[in-house]
């Protein structure tokens, strides 16, 4: 079985600071992982995803995330917040087969923007 | 390329109605998948289909809901009867494949209200 933790329901930062939403995950095999976005009345959208290769991962309007195994982690970061960015944020694991494969989705972070 | 299609956005029925929900992947997709999700959660799978069959309905709560993918292109998930529980908004997704690190394409749901 696999799982996601999502650390924080809520976070909030100024506009032009650092955004850190965390990601733990649990897997039983070798993960791949996912951030998606949703803004208000939208379905998801892919941000970035890692599945093998280089553990860090740059993804859609100035996203990446690090893989870390040893930390069961993949936490999501961006250098500069814009009032954009404000939307809520999945994070999600899967795996190469059998039941492994269905995507697995974490409680979600509200991200909210302030001026 | 036109994105993951579905009708109607929103719904309101009373307890014990029925409802049916309509879906158009993007075109060459082999996979749908239905997923639920409940305010203040992530999705969650209940139907994956590949092509015309079905995949994985573990997570369906079969003695009310019935998906179907008739041809494998669109589809249509029913509730009936439907219960207070069953409100949520009702995304559709699919994928070029059933990998496990494929990229999942979402509609902007149907939203479920029963009364």
């Known amino acids: 079985a696999q799982s996601v933790t999502q650390l924080g329901s809520h976070v909030s930062v100024s506009e032009g600071a650092l955004v850190l939403l965390r990601c733990n995950y649990s897997s039983s095999v070798p993960p791949y992982l996912f951030w998606y976005v949703q803004y208000p009345n939208q379905g998801l959208q892919l941000l970035l995803k890692y599945t093998t290769g280089a553990t860090l991962v740059k993804g859609i309007n100035g996203f990446e995330a690090e893989f870390k195994k040893s930390e069961t982690s993949f936490h999501l970061t961006k250098p500069s917040a814009h009032m954009s960015d404000a939307a809520e944020y999945f994070c999600?694991?899967?795996?190469?087969?059998?039941?492994?494969?269905?995507?697995?989705f974490g409680s979600g972070t509200q991200l909210t923007v302030l001026p | 390329e036109a994105g993951v299609a579905q009708s109607p956005r929103y719904k309101i029925i009373e307890k014990r109605q029925s409802v049916a929900f309509w879906c158009n992947p993007i075109s060459g997709h082999a996979t749908l998948y239905w997923y639920q999700q409940i305010l203040g959660q992530g999705p969650k799978l209940l139907i994956q289909f590949q092509n015309n069959g079905v995949v994985d309905d573990s997570q369906l709560p079969k003695d009310r809901f019935s998906a179907e993918r008739l041809k494998g292109v669109d589809s249509t998930l029913k509730i009936q009867p439907a219960k207070l529980e069953d409100s949520a908004v009702y995304l559709c997704?699919?994928?070029?494949?059933?990998?496990?690190?494929?990229?999942?394409?979402f509609g902007p749901g149907t939203r479920l209200l029963v009364l």
């Open positions: 997704a699919s994928s070029l494949n059933a990998r496990g690190d494929e990229t999942q394409y």
């Open positions: 999600a694991v899967s795996g190469p087969s059998g039941s492994a494969r269905q995507l697995t």
